[in-house]
């Protein structure tokens, strides 16, 4: 239960949907009570009017006909049994003997304020109970009380206030009832672009959301797919141009090669043409090679190799590319160490994965001064860690975030294209995880964190 409230309180539209349902709750609640000041407070007034007219009633008749008149005038009043029950009436003589009245006693009566509506209790002969009391001096002495019970009025202020309590209580049910099936529906309508969204992501452009209706959301659904035909159709322009752009540039490199070969073979050739050719035939393979690996690596930042995720073992891709690298590292004079290498099964491209391992290696080797370790370890909260240690001069810490760019070579009189680091960051990134450089124990230490063995889940 517990969890099911975290969950719903963590929902955007189920906090908006309930804070904007208990702002209308106090909306009503501020007119309800609004209507009840004002109903007590025109019932309260009406007591006050009654009791002033009733008061005034009697003074009049005592002034005509002294005090028979106003005993005659109360006891036709009490016997007409109209508000009987809840009028108060009360004559005391000049020494406080009761000459007439519907009450036993007021207690305090000698203190109480003249020509004054006070609030008092009232005694019965069984019981006390509260009302509004005005008490008047006559003029031969005698006390005239004329009042108004409060039994029913504050009965009914119990039985609104019940009411109202009770109102409260079911619409704040109804208010998260309700704040619970608008935020499904509205997860429900934003959950069907969110795995859209994860499915575009994961490489399959292709994939559409049907809409269901013409309201907003169905809007947002057409403008969604208009946008993902248009993106679909750049990628493939995009791509057609640069297949032709490879095929019309590597095969005039391939020709050139062949025509080279042929002609630094011909009888009568100087070697120093010999020469100059097998330069050329190598610097054109690696333009070649370069071409290669730009292409490769614009197909791993479109997302392509998703398509063709599987099940692929970490372990033992560590162990082909260190067995494949362990003579490399002895021509070196370099120890190729397994720090730690944990099973791990996850989904990917384990080619491009075996790659990105190769390139750090290669890296670690050519850089190390004795040792290079790797590593695979699963750490707690579902993450794959792949780390590459060596302990050469590694690199200073302002150059961490240029490493991996396009053509970055710390060294510029070092071999290669600058591109090794760049494929490793698409690889990474392609798989969702993360590149990371640091400082190792002696030289520098890179890390390729990945998500759990269950993310990257190839698209349906």
């Known amino acids: 239960m517990i969890e099911l409230l975290k969950r719903l309180w963590e929902s955007t539209s189920f906090r908006l949907t309930l804070n904007y349902s208990i702002l209308a709750i106090f909306t009503t609640l501020f007119l309800i009570g609004f209507f009840y000041v004002q109903v007590f407070g025109a019932l309260r007034d009406e007591h006050l009017r009654q009791i002033s007219v009733a008061v005034q009633r009697l003074s009049i008749a005592y002034e005509v006909g002294g005090r028979e008149e106003v005993l005659r005038m109360i006891e036709l009043t009490l ?12 004559l005391l003589d000049e020494n406080k003997h009761t000459l007439v009245g519907n009450i036993h006693a007021i207690p305090g009566l000698n203190e109480l304020p003249e020509q004054q509506v006070v609030e008092v209790q009232i005694k019965h002969i069984d019981a006390l109970s509260e009302g509004n009391v005005r008490v008047t001096k006559l003029a031969g002495g005698e006390t005239l009380v004329v009042g108004h019970e409060l039994g029913t009025l504050n009965e009914l202020r119990a039985m609104l206030s019940r009411i109202i309590l009770t109102s409260m209580m079911l619409a704040l049910m109804l208010v998260i009832l309700g704040a619970y099936v608008f935020s499904s529906e509205l997860k429900y309508r934003i959950g069907r672009i969110r795995v859209l969204t994860e499915q575009v992501g994961a490489g399959d452009i292709s994939k559409r959301i049907s809409s269901e209706s013409e309201d907003i959301f169905g809007l947002i659904h057409h403008d969604i797919n208009r946008m ?18 490879a095929h019309n540039i590597r095969t005039p490199l391939t020709r050139i090669v062949g025509k080279l070969r042929e002609t630094r073979n011909l009888p ?55 067995d494949l690298y362990q003579f490399i590292a002895e021509e070196k004079g370099v120890r190729l160490h397994q720090k730690r290498i944990d099973a791990v099964t996850l989904n990917g491209d384990s080619n491009l994965l ?17 040792n290079v370790n790797v590593g695979i370890e699963r750490k707690i909260g579902h993450l794959v860690v792949i780390s590459v240690e060596d302990d050469g001069p590694g690199l200073p810490e302002s150059e961490y975030e240029n490493v991996g760019k396009y053509f970055y070579r710390y060294h510029h009189d070092s071999e290669g294209f600058g591109l090794g680091l760049s494929s490793v960051s698409a690889i990474v990134e392609l798989h969702r995880g993360e590149l990371i450089f640091s400082k190792g124990e002696s030289g520098l230490k890179v890390t390729i964190a990945l998500p759990a063995p269950s993310f990257a889940q190839p698209p349906t």
């Open 228 to 245: 993902l035909d248009k993106i679909e159709s750049l990628m493939q322009s995009a791509r057609h141009i640069s297949d032709t752009v």
């Open 354 to 370: 075996a790659s990105a391992l190769a390139n750090l290696v290669d890296n670690a080797i050519k850089y190390a001064r004795k």
């Open 268 to 322: 009568g050739v100087p070697a120093p043409v010999q020469q100059a050719q097998q330069e050329a035939i190598e610097e054109v393979e690696k333009l070649s090679v370069l071409l290669g690996k730009l292409l490769q690596i614009a197909e791993l930042n479109a997302g392509v190799h998703r398509q063709s995720f599987k099940a692929c073992n970490l372990e033992q891709i560590a162990e082909d590319v260190l």
């Open 79 to 90: 016997s007409d049994r109209i508000d009987s029950g809840q009028e108060i009436y009360l």
